[in-house]
């Protein structure tokens, strides 16, 4: 007999009226935050799929999103201000719905993210239900993590010891691997590592991973 959770039939702390079109729209937006790093953002585009691209404005999912792409939780009543608060801080955002991609998830949005100093990231993200969520495209390679666990993701070229470079680091610093999995566009090209974990992430682990020629770039992801 599976168990089900009291959270799985009330649903998450929210502001909105649906725990897939605005708790889980928001989460979307804030792991796909956190992905992009400490870099400042100048825009972010949002392509809306299937139910997201139909009922997005009146379901609040435009809100939801852009709440969490400015680091907001799913229970912050400033989501509801969440488009004045985002013109006020400079952050230009816009909304484009696609009604003609069929073979996506139905709560499926694409984040286009572009930094001050012009380098961008496009994150897929899929709502599954009861604020629960998935990532499942960086740019063009296809990934799958949900956001439940601290998680590091590391960008990298398909090259051989930089997946040992990674177990050893985080071995070192007795980090427990919960999932470990490796994402690549081909072999020998851009591949991901993500790593989740129950434990906190040490906050200087950074740069012991990026001491790989091959590790391109490092993400740290604290659970909300």
Do not use: W
Not at 92 to 109: G, H, L, Q, R
């Amino acid at each position: 007999m599976s168990f089900i959770s009291v959270f799985d039939v009330l649903g998450p702390n929210m502001v909105g009226p649906s725990s897939s079109h605005t708790a889980g729209a928001c989460a979307i937006g804030y792991l796909a935050r956190k992905m992009k790093g400490q870099e400042e953002l100048k825009k972010v585009e949002f392509t809306l799929y299937g139910s997201f691209a139909k009922t997005y404005q009146g379901h609040g999912t435009d809100r939801a999103l852009l709440g969490g792409i400015m680091g907001f939780a799913t229970d912050d009543i400033r989501i509801r201000d969440s488009l004045q608060i985002a013109g006020e801080r400079g952050l230009e955002f816009s909304f484009v719905p696609d009604t003609e991609e069929a073979d996506v998830y139905p709560n499926t949005v694409d984040i286009r993210m572009v930094g001050v100093d012009g380098s961008e990231m496009t994150v897929r993200g899929e709502s599954m239900g009861g604020g629960k969520v998935r990532i499942v495209r960086i740019d063009q390679v296809k990934v799958d993590f949900t956001g439940e666990y601290n998680a590091v993701i590391v960008t990298q070229q398909d090259k051989p010891g930089v997946a040992a470079h990674i177990t050893k680091v985080l071995s070192e610093r007795h980090v427990n691997i919960a999932f470990m999995r490796i994402f690549r566009e081909s072999r020998g090209e851009k591949a991901y590592t993500i790593v989740e974990s129950d434990d906190p992430l040490p906050s200087d682990i950074r740069e012991e991973l990026l001491d790989n020629p091959n590790v391109g770039e490092v993400m740290i992801i604290e659970k909300q």
